[in-house]
């Protein structure tokens, strides 16, 4: 009697255990149940369309395309005709089996990609068949397409999620598009949308019976928000087509918000080599370029020397210090001696001999010796070098110089605005303003990037301010807020001392270094630079072809654009970057080119620069032509 009530006592303990149990994996978590474990339920993902792309004007810069994907989810897969099935893939079966085993390691109750992106008539005639293949299944994809082949340095690329990846953010799955780079990186929880998930039901041999729970877990696609850019895309295709056989970086900004107009790397690539099916071969390609680096964005992240648009800030921070004022002269010898040494002599070739060079004169004609002087004057102020170039270099960094700024794309470069202690741990505390002579004129250790330009010109074209430049303009058709670009920064600068130096940079169009691009009705403010540029080979400095710079704004009165533009190994900036410059402005301002300029636009889209490329990539692999 005993060991009955023992027996029964048991019996009864244990349903309860049992009751228990079910009644907190149905009701108590049966809320927050997640049917992906579920080996008797299958997933299907209904991918939303990503967001489409524009330009300022709306003009389509990014659309898409429907692709398909064949998926597997290991743990329903069933032994098959592998010769069969791979012969309907175009694959071998030491491909299919390395398939199978990656996405078995990934996630065995999960799909994943197996194969991307078949063909249209391969997708028909695979469709047929495939319900001969337990635990393989179509899934229909979106992919981009670019119907403009302009701007990939900007737009940016789609590609593939992998694993770790998907690991780490369950949003994702293996093989899935995810943004690589540009806009579609920066900007991607804004373009991918939401994808939906439809749950169903399989029975004992596998085959879908309907839909899990009533579709009580089901959920609708939400499709990506479509993004206007601040690009122009007619000024962006324009600038790629001047820059074509040439190398450097343009930008182009709107003062008066910062918007980036125009973001110029050359050379650069179709859009569309990176999709479909052809991107893993053709990313090889670019990626592996070494030479002309196509996929490599010289208007973010190449660091140049400056050269001779750097004078004006020596002329701001020399007016801001006291230490020139407009009328301050300055004889020219053709050059600035500097130092004790003999050889200590920086040539000029202001050609203004036998008066005092001034403020104006010295940026409309690029006097080396003025600026010399200038920098000289603010760096030894006080007697103490380190604390001199601390405050020039504060000056400068207020612009946005010496650090990146804070853009809405994920390449850039800080550059080099050097410090007093750069140079106390350099010279151990034993230099000065002459030793360090070089800065004045844009050279020396100062490295900039075509946007900081950019923006330095858009500051001075606002007399004191700028706003951060950026490229995203609307999402969905509502303008952004983001107080990090509506909220304009100052610089240290004020706002009296930029007057002269802008006078100054109308003079250069007049009567300067860039009198010969001026365009009939448009008051061009601007600044050409040549840059020197070296190379180390075997222990000795070599010079090679010097880069051609120019910085502008237009109109004087109210800008509406601001450039700077480097033409690497391009020689003068008179030569190449200002007649650029010119047409860029032209055609922003007005439209189209005028027939009195068609000449000058004809010998810029002629103008090729390859022979000297050839013969540089002729030298040895240490040369480096500054451009990194």
Not at 506 to 511: D, G, L
């Amino acid at each position: 009697m005993q060991r009955s009530f023992l027996l029964y006592f048991l019996i009864t303990l244990i349903g309860i255990i049992f009751i228990g149990r079910l009644f907190q994996l149905q009701v108590i978590r049966g809320g927050n149940y997640d049917p992906i474990h579920n080996s008797a339920v299958k997933i299907e993902y209904n991918y939303p369309e990503r967001g489409y792309v524009y330009d300022r004007n709306g003009k389509l810069l990014v659309a898409n395309q429907l692709s398909y994907d064949v998926m597997v989810q290991p743990n329903q897969v069933k032994p098959l005709d592998t010769i069969e099935f791979c012969n309907l893939l175009k694959i071998d079966k030491k491909d299919f089996l390395k398939r199978l085993e990656k996405a078995d390691n990934y996630a065995p109750y999960l799909p994943s990609v197996f194969l991307k992106q078949l063909a249209k008539e391969d997708f028909a005639f695979l469709q047929e068949k495939l319900h001969k293949y337990s635990g393989f299944f179509i899934q229909k994809r979106i992919i981009r397409k670019y119907p403009i082949n302009a701007a990939a340095n900007v737009l940016g690329y789609i590609g593939e999620v992998n694993e770790t990846l998907a690991k780490e953010n369950a949003y994702y799955q293996p093989g899935e598009l995810i943004g690589k780079d540009g806009i579609e990186r920066q900007y991607e929880d804004y373009l991918r949308g939401t994808k939906g998930k439809k749950y169903l039901q399989r029975n004992n041999l596998n085959k879908v019976t309907g839909s899990y729970l009533n579709g009580k877990y089901d959920t609708l696609p939400k499709n990506g928000k479509d993004l206007t850019l601040t690009l122009d895309i007619d000024l962006q295709l324009y600038a790629q087509k001047l820059m074509t056989g040439k190398r450097g970086g343009i930008v182009a900004i709107e003062p008066s918000t910062g918007e980036i107009l125009a973001l110029v790397t050359a050379p650069s690539y179709n859009p569309n080599m990176l999709v479909g099916r052809k991107r893993s071969k053709n990313s090889t390609i670019l990626f592996n370029d070494t030479i002309s680096k196509p996929s490599y964005d010289r208007g973010l992240l190449a660091a140049y020397a400056p050269g001779s648009p750097f004078k004006m800030m020596n002329a701001l921070i020399g007016l801001q210090e006291g230490v020139i004022t407009e009328e301050t002269g300055f004889r020219c010898h053709h050059g600035f001696r500097y130092g004790s040494r003999a050889g200590a002599f920086m040539g000029c070739h202001c050609g203004i001999t036998g008066r005092p060079v001034q403020l104006k004169a010295a940026i409309a004609r690029s006097c080396n010796t003025y600026f010399s002087n200038t920098y000289k004057r603010i760096i030894e102020k006080d007697n103490n070098p380190s604390e001199g170039l601390d405050t020039w270099h504060n000056h400068i960094a207020s612009f946005g110089l010496g650090d990146y700024l804070g853009y809405d794309l994920p390449a850039g470069s800080p550059g080099l605005i050097p410090t007093g202690k750069y140079y106390d741990d350099i010279y151990k505390y034993s230099w000065n303003g002459s030793t360090t002579i070089s800065n004045a004129i844009g050279q020396g250790e100062v490295l900039t990037t075509p946007i900081q330009l950019a923006n330095f010109t858009a500051a001075i074209a606002n007399k004191g301010y700028f706003f951060t430049p950026h490229v995203l303009k609307e999402v969905n058709k509502n303008h952004i807020k983001d107080p990090k670009y509506t909220i304009a920064k100052k610089t240290t600068i004020d706002k009296k001392y930029f007057t002269p130096v802008i006078e100054a940079m109308r003079e250069v169009f007049i009567t300067g270094t860039g009198r010969f691009n001026q365009v009939k009705g448009i008051e061009i403010c601007g600044k050409t630079g040549t840059a020197e540029n070296f190379a180390r080979i075997d222990g000795q400095k070599i010079q090679l072809p010097d880069h051609s710079i120019l910085v502008a704004f237009a109109p004087k009165e109210n800008p509406k654009i601001a450039l700077a533009i480097f033409v690497e190994n391009g020689g003068f900036g008179s030569a190449i970057a200002a007649p650029i410059t010119s047409l860029l402005i032209e055609k922003y301002l007005n439209g189209k080119i005028s027939k009195a300029d068609k000449y000058r636009e004809q010998r810029m889209l002629d103008l090729s620069l390859e022979d000297i490329y050839a013969k540089l990539n002729q030298k040895p692999k240490e040369i480096a032509t500054g451009t990194e």
